[in-house]
């Protein structure tokens, strides 16, 4: 006996032999149908959606290298520690007496001016959006981290509480 299945217009209650998925009387709607089925798997395969940190993040070899660190067990392990060491609670928005839950993990000196701290837990703390957006911006003029811009020479700050004031200025 051969398997069937039931037709797939709404209301219609006739059993379809496989692989149709209409009966004689909605056959029409069946192409449309394998069609927008097509759409979906290519839209959801992983070589298709799969392209962040592909192509804007990858200028050249150092940046390469430095974005492959997030990649690694070791960035997993070590997120996850400084994420429960400061209980999911953005550091900077804690000195300043607010509490604001995160899930970002930011390096207090940035790994661009300071290539051998990327893995000390010392290093780094857990970040909210709005504060992220302000530090990067401040790392940039500070020590002229982000693309274009030069590394100056300057004293690395360590101190959260040093640096929410120096970002605020």
């Known amino acids: 006996m051969p398997r069937v299945r039931r037709c797939r217009q709404p209301g219609c209650h006739q059993m379809v ?4 998925h209409y009966c004689s009387e909605h056959y029409e709607h069946e192409a449309e149908y394998l069609a927008s089925r097509e759409r979906w798997a290519r839209s959801h395969d992983k070589q298709y ?6 192509v804007t993040r990858n200028r050249d070899d150092t940046k390469r290298q430095q974005y492959n660190f997030y990649r690694t067990r070791q960035w997993a392990h ?11 609670l953005c550091a900077y928005c804690k ?3 607010v509490i604001t839950p995160a899930k970002t993990v930011d390096h ?6 300071f290539p051998n701290d990327k893995a000390n837990i010392n290093n780094l703390a857990v970040i909210c959006g709005k504060c992220h957006r302000r530090k990067t911006d401040w790392e940039q003029r500070y020590y002229g981290t982000g693309q274009g811009n030069e590394l ?11 640096i929410v004031v120096l970002m605020n200025n």
């Open 17 to 20: 032999e496989l692989p149709d």
């Open 49 to 54: 959606t799969h392209k962040y940190n592909t």
């Open 78 to 88: 070590l997120r996850q520690q400084v994420l429960e060491r400061d209980h999911y």
């Open 95 to 97: 000195v300043q007496g």
């Open 108 to 113: 207090l000196r940035p790994i661009e001016a």
């Open 152 to 162: 100056k020479q300057v004293t690395p700050i360590s101190d959260v509480s040093l």
